[in-house]
């Protein structure tokens, strides 16, 4: 099987992208039969680019990105491009969302299940729904 050779670097101007694009390198990866961890890291250290080849080691100083795993790099990455949102401000703006006018029921909870994603109702989220209709 030919090798994919070419994975463009990560745009640090996009911290929201790297979602897509962490899950893009996983098929890349398993595309080229790349399976263990260190060349997995290597591989990510490769592509990744130089903005972001300098995140990864400041997030890993004072050790060397080598003295880590790929999957605890991804998670510094993706802890460091995706920070976890504020539950109080997640349920702020569910709150706060009215259906607009012209937009059907369905289209409204589905927008609220949205919203709802990360404000850690648990259980609770079908008798939310309900009482914000």
Request: proline share 7%; hydrophobic share 35%; charged share 25%.
């Amino acid at each position: 099987m030919k090798t994919i050779t070419h994975f463009e670097e990560f745009d640090t101007l996009n911290p929201a992208g790297w979602e897509e694009y962490s899950e893009r390198l996983v098929f890349f990866l398993e595309a080229n039969s790349i399976r263990e961890g260190p060349r997995r890291l290597a591989v990510l250290c490769s592509v990744c680019g130089p903005k972001t080849y300098s995140i990864i080691k400041s997030l890993t100083s004072p050790d060397p990105p080598s003295a880590k795993t790929f999957d605890e790099v991804m998670k510094l990455l993706r802890n460091h491009f995706m920070p976890r949102p504020s539950e109080v401000y997640q349920r702020f703006l569910y709150h706060r969302r009215l259906q607009q006018p012209g937009e059907g029921v369905a289209a409204y909870v589905a927008e609220l299940r949205h919203l709802a994603q990360h404000c850690n109702f648990g259980e609770t989220l079908e008798s939310r729904l309900r009482d914000q209709l």
